[in-house]
């Protein structure tokens, strides 16, 4: 991320976490947030959202970022977590085959659920457990694999040709180490449409124009001092 | 992660309707251990919001007998024409289309809890009373009621004399409870609010049809005390968020949106959530109660909270009608006053005699319509989803170029629980449910209130209740709304 002092047009932008429990999310979240890790961190993350800039050439994205809160253990997401997403980034664990999965049963849900437009990362994480580098293809069959330390069981080309077959930026990270973790959220704010940063909250909030603002109540006003002016006394 | 049945839960919530998600909200912050659940594979119980194939399925499980709960005699048809649907998904088809009048105490908490920065609220707009024609061969009308001073002074639907008295009133209600107002309706209190309006005020029945429309009660003998109650409520709102509206909707299904920002809070809190579950056995043991769950899952709670569902059949039921029509109804929403929002609902009071039934008697019960426009977000732009048995005469009355025509109904009766006020019996709380009214009544959530306190015990303080801090990362500097 390229730091700048000028002033820069700024957008919000949601973006959902999903993926099987333990694979790491909130994790990844943290390091790209507080550039922390914690070794075997509570499930939830505590927060409603993390907000965290990211500084592009010519704009200021400004990602809230949310997490499922554990909702995601027993399938209970509410459409409310998915509403007004412009991204999503869909987690798994490149040393657990059955999280690829459950990453693909999410991705069908987003493209079920949430706005048309969404930019999708797919991104396998906890690359620190595999020793083959970054890119390299480990070994799919992982009964050999983990004499060597290596506890790889999805392949970068399974996982990759799965990405480009329905459209989703991929990567795989690891958030201990936090290779490539900056670069998934760099990706995704490149990726997102200039037309859907236009409006303040997005797509899903796009079919009643620039009206939506306008027509937002806000409860954080002055709740009583016009009131008595405004009523039939 | 450990299994369900390791932990020995503080509370098992079971239902995600407004009345259980609020007590997730409130314990929120309490570090006690919550596992949620609901036998329905949506959030919101009785005030969910439902897409169309949602609704399908609903109506199919009512029918059926199993899992309908307080529902009863649900149907479900699409016209002809439904290719001009949208996705199932572009729907979000509220079961309890209640508006929250300012003034609510669910408004304050949803602010003190911070739970509002999550929910996207739209103005309630006007309120019409249906006029049927003079004469059959005229199309019917829709007059607006004017509820604030300036909307009196500048209607042309009242005559002056009229004008005069309905002023009077609207200032007598303002400060109803001070002397001399109380004085004037006292002696009335129980009597219907119709008798202090033609004694007390002389008015006819056209003004007091008016008068009792604002109190959006179904009973069209609405006591003294309860309709001046409602009323000052509708009046004391009116201006408190903006010019020119006395009520909010929340965007995307009204309660079922609250009750959705309420569970994630409790999720956020730590609380554990599984839809597509209920209970089917609850055995009480020493220390709370020991529960099978449908999902084959065994667990143990000190204490469990859910709502009644066993209806009482002698309690009055109320009939709901959705529907989704193929016009923007876009005279409906224009905004009241220069500076005030657009607004997305619009409610329509159809008097008792009003409408002609089949069988040609006319309509014995006040009928309310809410037209929903698709800002709302619960249907697609360019339609707009009403209810009322008087449909068809209100789509008539509107003053559009063509007739609407109806794309998609939902029609169901919904009766109230059985019991009056919160059942305990040992560590089982059970809500009392009514049927939600058209605008929010803040006596839903005085039990909800009453579970806390009792869960909390030495630590419930009052005054913190439902106040929290926001979350950490939740605070933003620029566009907070």
Redesign the interface.
């Known amino acids: 991320m390229a730091d700048s002092n000028a002033p820069k047009p700024?957008s919000?932008v949601k973006l959902v976490l999903l993926g099987e429990?333990?694979v790491g999310k909130s994790s990844l979240v943290l390091r790209f947030?507080n550039n922390d890790f914690q070794e075997n961190k509570e499930?939830?993350?505590?927060?409603?959202?993390?907000?965290q800039k990211c500084n592009l050439p010519t704009r200021t994205i400004?990602f809230e970022i949310w997490?499922?809160?554990?909702?995601e253990?027993?399938?209970?997401l509410?459409?409310?977590?998915y509403?007004n997403a412009q991204a999503a980034l869909v987690v798994y664990d490149l040393t657990k085959p059955t999280s690829l999965i459950k990453a693909k049963h999410w991705v069908a849900e987003l493209q079920?659920?949430a706005s048309p437009g969404i930019v999708i990362a797919l991104v396998g994480n906890k690359l620190d457990l595999t020793n083959t580098g970054p890119g390299g293809g480990g070994d799919a069959d992982g009964a050999g694999a983990e004499d060597s330390g290596d506890a790889r069981k999805v392949t970068t080309e399974e996982a990759k040709t799965y990405a480009e077959e329905e459209g989703l930026l991929f990567y795989e990270t690891s958030a201990k180490t936090g290779y490539n973790v900056t670069e998934v959220f760099t990706a995704i704010a490149n990726a997102i449409p200039e037309t859907s940063l236009k409006t303040?909250r997005g797509p899903g909030a796009s079919?009643?124009g620039g009206?939506?603002e306008?027509?937002?109540?806000?409860?954080?006003?002055p709740?009583?001092s016009?009131?008595?002016?405004?009523?039939?006394? | 992660?450990e299994p369900l049945s390791d932990t020995l839960w503080d509370v098992v919530i079971c239902g995600t309707g407004l009345q259980q998600s609020l007590l997730a909200l409130a314990l929120s912050r309490s570090g006690k251990k919550i596992l949620h659940i609901d036998p329905n594979e949506f959030?919101g119980g009785a005030e969910a919001a439902l897409s169309l194939q949602e609704a399908e399925q609903w109506v199919g499980r009512i029918s059926s007998g199993t899992g309908g709960g307080l529902f009863r005699a649900a149907a479900v048809s699409r016209s002809e024409d439904d290719t001009r649907l949208s996705p199932s998904?572009a729907y979000?088809l509220a079961l309890a289309p209640t508006v929250i009048h300012a003034r609510s105490a669910l408004?304050s908490q949803?602010?003190s809890s911070?739970a509002?920065?999550?929910v996207?609220?739209?103005?309630v707009g006007a309120f019409y009373i249906f006029k049927p024609p003079q004469d059959p061969a005229q199309k019917p009308t829709l007059a607006r009621i004017p509820?604030?001073?300036e909307e009196?002074f500048s209607t042309t639907a009242v005559a002056t004399k009229s004008k005069r008295l309905l002023m009077k009133f609207?200032?007598f209600v303002?400060?109803y409870e001070a002397s001399p107002q109380r004085e004037l309706w006292q002696p009335h209190a129980d009597a219907p609010l119709t008798d202090l309006l033609r004694q007390e005020f002389k008015m006819d029945a056209e003004l007091q049809t008016y008068i009792l429309t604002l109190t959006l009660s179904l009973d069209d003998r609405i006591s003294t005390r309860d309709g001046l109650a409602v009323i000052h409520r509708h009046?004391?709102s009116?201006?408190?968020?903006?010019?020119?509206?006395a009520a909010?909707y929340p965007?995307?299904g009204g309660l079922s949106?609250i009750a959705?920002?309420s569970?994630?809070?409790g999720?956020?809190?730590?609380a554990?959530?599984?839809?597509a579950?209920g209970i089917k056995e609850t055995e009480s043991t020493d220390d709370g109660v020991k529960l099978l769950l449908t999902s084959g899952d065994s667990v143990k709670a000190r204490m469990l909270v859910r709502a009644d569902d066993s209806p009482n059949h002698n309690q009055l039921s109320i009939r709901r009608l959705v529907a989704v029509v193929d016009s923007p109804l876009s005279s409906l929403f224009e905004a009241a006053v220069e500076g005030a929002?657009?607004p997305?609902v619009a409610v329509i009071a159809f008097p008792v005699g009003s409408v002609e039934e089949a069988s040609g008697t006319e309509s014995q019960r006040p009928i309310y319509l809410s037209a929903h426009s698709?800002?709302t977000?619960e249907c697609?732009?360019g339609q707009t989803d009403a209810l009322d048995l008087a449909l068809q005469a209100f789509l008539r009355a509107v003053p559009e170029d063509r007739v609407p025509k109806v794309l998609f109904k939902l029609q169901y009766d919904q009766l109230d629980g059985g019991s009056e006020s919160l059942g305990s019996h040992g560590p089982v709380f059970t809500f009392p449910t009514r049927s939600s009214p058209l605008s929010f009544d803040d006596s839903v959530l005085e039990p909800v209130r009453e579970v806390w306190k009792k869960m909390m015990g030495d630590a419930a303080v009052e005054a913190e209740y439902m106040v929290f801090e926001?979350?950490?990362?939740?605070v933003?500097d620029?566009?907070?709304?």
Not at chain 2, 238 to 245: E, L
């Open positions: 700024s919000s429990a333990a947030v499930p939830t993350i505590g927060a409603a959202f993390l907000t400004k997490d499922t809160a554990g909702q253990r027993f399938a209970s509410a459409p409310m977590y509403r079920r659920q303040a079919h009643a009206r939506a306008e027509q937002r109540v806000n409860l954080n006003g709740r009583d016009n009131a008595k002016e405004a009523c039939a006394c | 992660m959030y998904r979000s408004l949803l602010v911070r509002y920065r999550q996207e609220f739209l103005a509820s604030t001073r009196v609207l200032k303002l400060d009046l004391s009116m201006g408190v968020y903006g010019p020119g509206f909010l965007k995307w949106e959705q920002v569970c994630r809070a999720a956020v809190g730590g554990v959530y599984m839809l579950t929002p657009k997305a698709s800002d977000g697609p732009a926001d979350r950490e990362g939740a933003d620029d566009d907070v709304y």
